[in-house]
């Protein structure tokens, strides 16, 4: 397998997610073409679509080689398989209900994996123009600026991100109700954005200090993940441990 230049993929991916950022601003202020997927609460717009069309195009162009995992061409019967090969695994628009509802918590998720490893991560949200940068071993930053996860050890006095999710299978919703009513009384707070990724994003920068997500998938967290990383916390799968 050719050497990755990090550097170079996290340049022409930051290029490339600004101006998809560009089409997300716009867009978030319009009226949208809605679609639902896996529930009724799990939606797909024209501008998810175009999104990952004009990244995956870019990166393609780029680096003819790699691989890609996108939400929306895994929806539309894309593999999602994970190889050694570099791979961007891309979320176009992170938090679609809120981007539904111009609810400005929503982002532009773009991670490369090398080897099963990450490398680069970005996280945009174009709205509040907040851009997360992360390359393997050189630290995270918001806009420029190096981020730490808050360090924050005790429960009491945790600010803790989860959400629903958008499954309304019956067992799964009684399941993160429950993690929630237990949780609840032992937290500092309890917050939901709506998107897995700018959750992710928050703990790195220690704008809180704990995110847990019940059925996320790859593209949620490929580049929070990094993110939280290079930031110094930790990231655990609960299915790998379970394992
Ligand atoms: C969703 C959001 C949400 C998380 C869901 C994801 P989408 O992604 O990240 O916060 O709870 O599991 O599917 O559908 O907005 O890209
Ligand atoms: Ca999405």
Same mark, same amino acid.
């Given at each position: 397998?050719?050497?990755?230049?990090?550097?170079?993929? /996290?340049?022409?991916?930051?290029?490339?997610?600004?101006?998809?950022?560009?089409? =997300?601003? +716009?867009?978030? @202020?319009?009226?949208?073409?809605?679609?639902?997927?896996?529930?009724?609460?799990?939606?797909?717009?024209?501008?998810? @679509?175009? =999104?990952?069309?004009?990244? #995956?195009?870019?990166?393609? +162009?780029?680096?003819?080689?790699?691989? %890609? #995992?996108?939400?929306?061409?895994?929806?539309? !019967?894309?593999?999602?398989?994970?190889?050694?090969?570099?791979?961007?695994?891309? &979320?176009?628009?992170?938090?679609?209900?809120?981007?539904?509802?111009?609810?400005?918590?929503?982002?532009?998720?773009?991670?490369?994996?090398? @080897?099963?490893?990450?490398?680069?991560?970005?996280?945009?949200?174009?709205?509040?123009?907040?851009?997360?940068?992360?390359?393997?071993?050189?630290?995270? %930053?918001?806009? !420029?600026?190096?981020?730490?996860?808050?360090?924050?050890?005790?429960?009491?006095?945790?600010?803790?991100?989860? +959400?629903?999710?958008?499954?309304? &299978?019956?067992?799964?919703?009684?399941?993160?109700?429950?993690?929630?009513?237990?949780?609840?009384? @032992?937290?500092?707070?309890?917050?939901?954005?709506?998107?897995?990724?700018?959750?992710?994003?928050? =703990?790195?920068?220690?704008?809180?200090?704990?995110? /847990? !997500? %019940?059925?996320?998938?790859?593209? &949620?967290?490929?580049?929070?993940?990094?993110?939280?990383?290079?930031?110094?916390?930790? =990231? #655990? &799968?609960?299915?790998?441990?379970?394992?």
């Amino acid at each position: 397998m050719a050497e990755v230049d990090a550097q170079k993929c /996290f340049d022409v991916a930051l290029d490339l997610v600004k101006q998809a950022g560009k089409v =997300v601003r +716009e867009a978030i @202020k319009k009226k949208k073409n809605i679609e639902t997927k896996s529930s009724a609460v799990d939606l797909v717009t024209e501008s998810d @679509k175009a =999104v990952e069309k004009m990244l #995956i195009s870019g990166l393609s +162009e780029a680096f003819p080689d790699h691989k %890609f #995992i996108g939400e929306e061409s895994v929806s539309a !019967g894309e593999k999602c398989v994970l190889t050694d090969e570099p791979t961007w695994i891309i &979320d176009p628009i992170d938090g679609t209900m809120n981007f539904v509802h111009s609810f400005p918590y929503t982002c532009i998720s773009v991670g490369l994996w090398v @080897k099963k490893e990450a490398l680069v991560g970005v996280v945009y949200n174009p709205v509040l123009e907040q851009m997360f940068t992360a390359i393997k071993g050189q630290g995270a %930053f918001l806009n !420029g600026e190096k981020l730490s996860v808050s360090g924050e050890k005790d429960l009491g006095q945790a600010l803790v991100f989860s +959400e629903m999710g958008t499954s309304r &299978d019956q067992e799964k919703v009684n399941t993160v109700l429950t993690n929630i009513t237990n949780l609840m009384p @032992k937290v500092h707070g309890f917050r939901s954005m709506g998107s897995a990724a700018m959750h992710m994003a928050y =703990v790195a920068l220690s704008a809180a200090d704990a995110y /847990f !997500g %019940f059925g996320a998938h790859c593209w &949620d967290t490929a580049a929070g993940f990094l993110l939280v990383k290079e930031a110094g916390g930790i =990231v #655990i &799968d609960t299915e790998v441990f379970a394992g």
